[in-house]
């Protein structure tokens, strides 16, 4: 089936450590985005790439770390420069970032720290 | 400005009642204006969308009322149900700047009660 996975589903960080989501979509899409949601602050867009080996800065991005190598892939890298990483994380994507085609969403990534 | 504001933050009706969640917006570029609606622990998933050429769009028991020169639209579910209990995120966004990316309402909590 065509979609986007998001793996792992939950992750625990260390005070310290870098942690890498990774989102991987099947679905031929161009347009790939990464979203950050807290309680009652909606979705708040941290990278976001149009196309391979091309990305963006959303709203905030500090703390955070992509690449898009692949087409397929978007992986997400907190560092520990992201203060308060504990979060839903979720990773979108667009069959071509200027078109009116719906976002689909993937299933999610929950970290927490620890 | 790219801000969306959404009310209520929660809501509660009885089934077979209506619910309206209402979405203001202040930039004018916006061209396009889906609902989400996300059940705990998934990703949103599309439900409705409009664009600013029609004032109303109707989906079986979903209907988007659009306003262009109040910068409002609005979600209204007819004949509520207990599975229609989900989050619901307004959003909006235009195609030719930011890679397209949506910006997000803060989300309605709907509790439908059987």
């Known amino acids: 089936d065509g979609g986007i996975t998001q793996s792992p589903k939950y992750l625990f960080r260390k005070e310290g450590q870098n942690v890498t989501l990774s989102c991987e979509q099947n679905l031929n899409h161009d347009a790939m985005y990464w979203y950050r949601q807290d309680p009652g602050q909606g979705l708040r867009l941290i990278y976001y790439?149009?196309?391979?080996?091309?990305?963006q800065k959303g709203d905030i991005a500090e703390g955070y770390s992509v690449s898009r190598e692949k087409k397929e892939s978007f992986p997400l890298t907190v560092t520990s420069a992201q203060k308060n990483p504990t979060a839903f994380y979720l990773c979108?994507?667009?069959?071509?970032?200027?078109?009116?085609?719906?976002?689909?969403f993937g299933e999610g990534s929950w970290l927490t720290v620890v | 400005q790219q801000q969306v504001k959404q009310s209520p933050q929660s809501l509660i009706v009885q089934k077979g009642g209506i619910s309206i969640i209402n979405c203001a917006y202040e930039n004018t570029a916006f061209d396009y204006f889906p609902w989400y609606q996300q059940f705990p622990g998934k990703g949103p998933a599309l439900l409705i969308a409009i664009r600013p050429d029609v004032s109303e769009k109707k989906e079986g028991r979903f209907t988007i009322s659009f306003n262009k020169s109040a910068k409002q639209f609005s979600l209204h579910i007819m004949d509520s149900q207990p599975g229609d209990s989900a989050t619901y995120f307004c959003?909006?966004?235009?195609?030719?700047?930011?890679?397209?990316?949506?910006?997000f309402g803060e989300g309605t909590q709907l509790t439908v009660n059987p």
């Open positions: 959003a909006a966004s235009n195609r030719e700047t930011s890679g397209s990316r949506l910006t």
């Open positions: 790439s149009q196309i391979v080996n091309d990305f």
């Open positions: 979108a994507s667009k069959r071509q970032w200027f078109s009116g085609n719906t976002i689909y």
